[in-house]
């Protein structure tokens, strides 16, 4: 789901994030799913600020998870879509 997509409420409550937040929702926006080594690479932002927007954005419900069948250690990280929301 793209940003301006976005219900009005989530939106907001996008905006609320810290910058980190939002360049690895962008981030997934344009990449698709990435592990946070990928993410790590993507952005160049440290571990533990990718670790910590991550944690974020699943609180928030705009990221979901599911293991890296290559390397079951890893987690892919990939945009949550809830079809239950009409499109803004």
């Known amino acids: 789901m793209r940003p301006?997509?976005?219900?009005?409420?989530r939106r907001s409550q996008l905006s609320e994030c810290p910058p980190s937040a939002k360049l690895i929702y962008i981030?997934?926006?344009?990449?698709?799913?990435l592990t946070q080594?990928?993410?790590?690479?993507e952005?160049?932002?440290?571990?533990?600020t990718v670790r910590s927007?991550?944690?974020r954005l699943e609180r928030l419900g705009f990221?979901?998870?599911?293991?890296?069948f290559p390397d079951a250690r890893k987690k892919v990280f990939q945009l949550f879509v809830d079809e239950s929301e009409p499109d803004a």
């Not at 952005?43 to 533990?48: G, Y």
């Open 43 to 48: 952005t160049t932002l440290p571990k533990r």
């Open 4 to 9: 301006r997509n976005l219900p009005e409420h």
């Open 63 to 68: 990221v979901d998870s599911e293991v890296h």
């Open 27 to 33: 981030t997934l926006v344009h990449e698709g799913p």
């Open 53 to 55: 927007a991550l944690d």
């Open 37 to 41: 080594g990928q993410l790590v690479d």
